[in-house]
């Protein structure tokens, strides 16, 4: 029964990778940065970033897709094995294994990939969806790399600049808003411009520079910050620095307060 079952297996395996297109050496490496919802269209995007530019590509997926690969970046394991995990049994029993996956083209708003399979001397490359193709590789350890056609199609954009970010002072580790009217006459302020911090994460670099949840955003280089997309702007424009000083009020009183940069972690 069980020579029956590995035979079963092995021939679904050769039907599948009957369809075998090749792809060109000219690729580079990115990583997956995330899955979230697309904010325009309400659908799930996949984010693979290239660590050398910081530009991501952004390739739309269906739910079950988008679920598979969320599960497996937060190391969550599904009560019965998804697609995915099958496709890593069926690997792994035919001794296997995935090289790496390639995303190759872009078509009619349709990216196209392959999976670059190996077993002991013999080599296959298996026309695959994207998503499909990244959910095995999560699973897999296997390195993903796209083809530089894409960069030509100009499919990849600066997350800084793009919907999917986050907003910049989430970067910093600390969230704020506008100071409305009820704010300023709360704290006492002559007027409502600023920005009122109201969280700061435990373990960023607000919290170890001492910004506190709280303080009124008043200045940033020197500069008055109005409101948020002010605060917004002026962090964007200042992103490649190494520290941005910061001006808040606390208790009635200016603190100056200086604040790393991404760009610092670079040394």
């Known amino acids: 029964m069980r020579r029956r079952t590995l035979w079963t297996v092995w021939l679904v395996c050769v039907l599948f990778l009957a369809g075998c297109k090749p792809h060109g050496p000219d690729v580079f490496l990115v990583e997956v940065e995330s899955v979230l919802l697309d904010p325009r269209a309400g659908s ?3 984010l693979l970033v ?9 390739v739309w997926v269906g739910q079950n897709e988008a679920k598979s690969i969320a599960m497996e970046l937060e190391g969550m394991s599904a009560p019965r094995p998804l697609t995915h995990d099958l496709l890593k049994r ?6 296997a294994r995935l090289e790496r996956v390639v995303i190759t083209d872009l078509r009619e708003d349709t990216y196209f990939a392959v999976l670059v399979l190996r077993s002991g001397s013999k080599r296959w490359e298996v026309d695959s969806r994207p998503s499909d193709a990244v959910a095995l590789a999560l699973r897999c350890h296997s390195p993903i790399y796209v083809s530089r056609v894409l960069q030509e199609k100009g499919a990849f954009v600066d997350l800084a600049a793009s919907p ?3 907003p910049v002072e989430q970067t910093y580790g600390f969230s704020a808003q506008d100071v409305s009217p009820e704010v300023a006459r709360y704290f006492g302020l002559s007027s409502s411009k600023g920005v009122l911090i109201t969280d700061v994460d435990s373990e960023s ?9 709280g303080d009124i955003l008043v200045k940033v280089e020197r500069e008055p910050v109005a409101d948020l997309e002010g605060l917004r702007d002026s962090l964007s424009k200042l992103r490649t620095r190494k ?8 208790g009635g009183e200016s603190v100056l307060i200086k604040l ?3 760009q610092a972690d670079k040394g």
Do not use: M, Q
């Open 243 to 250: 520290g941005v000083r910061l001006e808040v009020s606390r």
């Open 164 to 166: 999917f970010a986050p």
């Open 50 to 58: 290239d660590k050398e530019t910081s530009r991501v590509l952004p």
């Open 260 to 262: 790393e940069g991404p």
């Open 205 to 213: 670099r607000a919290a170890r520079a001492g910004l506190r949840r």
């Open 44 to 46: 799930p995007v996949l």
């Open 90 to 95: 069926v690997l792994d029993v035919l001794d």
